[in-house]
């Protein structure tokens, strides 16, 4: 069966860097798009990247452009975020999703599976 | 800021009907870019509930329904049950803003 697990969360401080790790296991990892998608304490769900299956495109929400940036290893199965710069307000619990489809850009799909979450509290 | 509207939340008995708009514009749901619902149980991660406006991932009851018109979709369950206590959130592509957005989310309860 699809198993996201996510890992690398904890507390960091404002302007300080984070790496985040998804490890992807029951599909075929390098076939699909994967997302990070993350949700502020008590509040909605929020977009924050695309990488395609291929790793060759990338797509950033604007909360996030320039100071994150998204990659991933086929060969380990395995998706990363790099957060650098990092606010009080990207304060959440980040998931990983997988696209429905390659992530490419052609035409947008759904998120089909999601990690359990991995929560990073940005605070002094 | 979320350009998908839901209402904050939507009630109901066991047993009854209960609906979720998702209002969007001209640039996502109005331009032919899907709408997906994902329910958030309490403490847990999302899960894909309908995709491509109307349709069931295996393992979804039927009691969950999904239809849309012009720029907005709804998402319909009936024979409500305690289960169904969740957040639910609809997802789309705005070509505007090169995103993907989420609804704002609705919260249902069971009386």
């Known amino acids: 069966q699809v198993q996201l697990v996510e890992s690398g969360g904890g507390v960091v401080q404002p302007g300080r860097s984070l790496r985040l790790t998804c490890a992807a296991s029951?599909?075929?990892?390098?076939?699909?798009?994967i997302h990070w998608v993350r949700q502020a304490p008590g509040k909605g769900l929020e977009w924050v990247a695309l990488i395609s299956y291929d790793g060759t495109k990338k797509y950033y929400g604007d909360s996030v452009k320039g100071r994150f940036i998204i990659t991933r290893d086929n060969s380990k199965n395995t998706l990363f975020l790099q957060m650098s710069s990092l606010r009080v307000e990207d304060t959440a619990v980040y998931y990983c999703a997988k696209d429905a489809g390659d992530g490419s850009g052609s035409y947008p799909l759904s998120f089909d599976y999601w990690g359990q979450g991995t929560l990073v509290p940005v605070s002094s | 800021q979320s350009v998908l509207t839901q209402p904050p939340s939507v009630s109901g008995a066991p047993g009854q009907r209960v609906t979720i708009s998702c209002t969007g514009g001209s640039s996502n749901i109005g331009s032919g870019y899907e709408v997906h619902w994902y329910q958030q149980l309490p403490g847990t991660a999302p899960k894909l509930l309908i995709y491509?406006?109307?349709n069931r991932p295996l393992g979804v009851p039927d009691r969950f329904s999904g239809s849309y018109s012009g720029a907005s979709a709804s998402l319909a369950i009936t024979g409500l049950q305690s289960e169904d206590e969740a957040d639910y959130y609809c997802?789309?592509?705005?070509?505007?803003?090169?995103?993907?957005?989420f609804g704002t989310g609705t919260k249902v309860t069971v009386l």
């Open positions: 491509g406006y109307v």
């Open positions: 997802q789309s592509y705005d070509s505007g803003l090169s995103v993907y957005v």
């Open positions: 029951g599909f075929t990892f390098s076939n699909f798009g």
